[in-house]
């Protein structure tokens, strides 16, 4: 239980085994009352087997789907076994547990909490084209949602039952589907959005992939989501 409810901690996974014990360790140590369950995303390593001994639930995935697969994997989970409130947090240990009870606090007025970077907690930084993606998502995004949102690529969420029942039955595996276009979804079906700051870390284990070739193909993929996730209905 956090602040009164039934709280499952989805963690989707592909080849995490360097963090993912810690991981699951300090979810376990900063929220005693929780379930953890993570999403092995057809990992090629022991991740599925390192997180068990860790103390979580695992779920595996027979190949990998992508963040969204996976999430859409938990989120049937969350709604199956009957929890208050679902969040997903990386497993790259970058998302600080002691942030959950500050995103469930606000799921009492609102539907679908963000745990948001660049909205004056920390250090973050991103530059480049990723940034200009960044901005420009969450420049639309905030019209869409009536709200203002900094951080619209976060996978630092909270959802409650209602948001929760939604994405068991749907939830884009496209890339970036998995927060943009889950948005866009989310506000235009009338539910409420809002952030709260949230200070981001340094992976605990493994090197991001990042190089100027890279974030050009995200400025133009971000473009593209935003254009498809607005059109759909």
Known sequence: MVNGKRTLIIIPALNESGSIADVVGEVRGELP???VLVVDDGST???AAVAAAAGAKVAQLPYNLG???????????ARDHDYDVAI???ADGQHDPRYVPKLVDLLDDNDLVIGAR?????DYNVRGPRRWAMVMLSAVLSRVARTKLTDTTSGFRAANRRVIEMFAGWYPAEYLGDTVETLVHTARRGYRIRQV??????RMAGTPSHSPAKAMVYLGRAFAVLTLALIRR
């Open 33 to 35: 009352g929780v379930d």
């Open 67 to 77: 963040v969204g697969g996976a999430m859409r994997l938990g989120y049937r989970y």
């Open 88 to 90: 997903q947090i990386d």
């Open 118 to 122: 660049f909205a004056g907690e920390g």
């Open 45 to 47: 390593d022991r991740t």
């Open 197 to 202: 700051p949230v200070a981001m870390r340094k």
